[in-house]
Nanobody, 115 residues
Framework: VQLVESGGGLVQPGGSLRLSCAAS????????MAWYRQAPGKQRELVAE???????NYEDSAEGRFFISRDDAKNTVYLQMNSLKPEDTAVYYC??????????WGQGTQVTVSS
């Protein structure tokens, strides 16, 4: 199983980024996909998740600014991040959760919001 994130980088406050996570080795359309983030000195936290049926959930500070989507034909999940703030700076991780407690993580991609 591989989850490969891309799209991170340095962006100014108020800017946008789109993260992508390409999955292989899983039956993608059966998995809940999510994005987590971990800032220095903090615990990893859920940012957004999308169920196999398309239902979504967002962490409070991401609601209305971030949008998670999935393309089951491409085995890819996306996170569109708008109106970025310095406090969004973190390593962002792709997560796949399946039946029987199966969980997989990507290697992470750095997002830095700074002027």
């Amino acid at each position: 199983v591989q989850l490969v994130e891309s799209g991170g980088g340095l962006v100014q406050p108020g800017g946008s980024l789109r993260l992508s996570c390409a999955a292989s080795g899983i039956i993608f359309n059966m998995y809940t996909m999510a994005w987590y983030r971990q800032a220095p000195g903090k615990q990893r936290e859920l940012v957004a998740e999308i169920k196999s049926g398309g239902n979504t959930n967002y962490e409070d500070s991401a609601e209305g600014r971030f949008f998670i989507s999935r393309d089951d034909a491409k085995n890819t999940v996306y996170l569109q991040m708008n109106s970025l703030k310095p406090e969004d700076t973190a390593v962002y991780y792709c997560y796949a959760g399946g039946v029987f407690g199966l969980k997989f993580w990507g290697q992470g991609t750095q997002v830095t919001v700074s002027s």
